[in-house]
């Protein structure tokens, strides 16, 4: 688990198109557009800074990655805003903001 303040590489993906306006596992609904992701164990409504070429901060709404070693799934326009849409599966760098 990575606390407040924190930061580590993880192995993120992304997810986009099948999922668009379906209900995540916190209850909202996705939007493959919104600066969201999704973990396995972080709370809903954690805050954290991805990095790859640029920065966003995402919320986590949803559960996932359930592919290998990935461990952070991001929306499929936070995931092209930081310049990983092209590679696909990378590690980008995640500070937990609150």
Do not use: W
Not at 42 to 61: A, H, Q
Not at 67 to 81: F, K, N, Q, V
């Amino acid at each position: 688990m990575i606390g407040v303040g924190s930061t580590l590489f993880m192995l993120a993906s992304f997810y986009g198109p099948g999922f668009h306006g379906n209900h995540t596992a916190s209850g909202s609904i996705y939007n493959q557009y919104a600066a969201t992701a999704a973990h396995k164990s972080l709370p809903f409504g954690t805050k954290l800074s991805v990095c790859y070429k640029t920065c966003e901060v995402v919320t986590i709404t949803d559960r996932g990655p359930y592919i290998g070693a990935r461990e952070l799934d991001l929306s499929l326009g936070t995931a092209d805003r930081i310049g990983m849409y092209d590679v696909g599966v990378a590690d980008v760098k995640v500070t937990r903001l609150n």
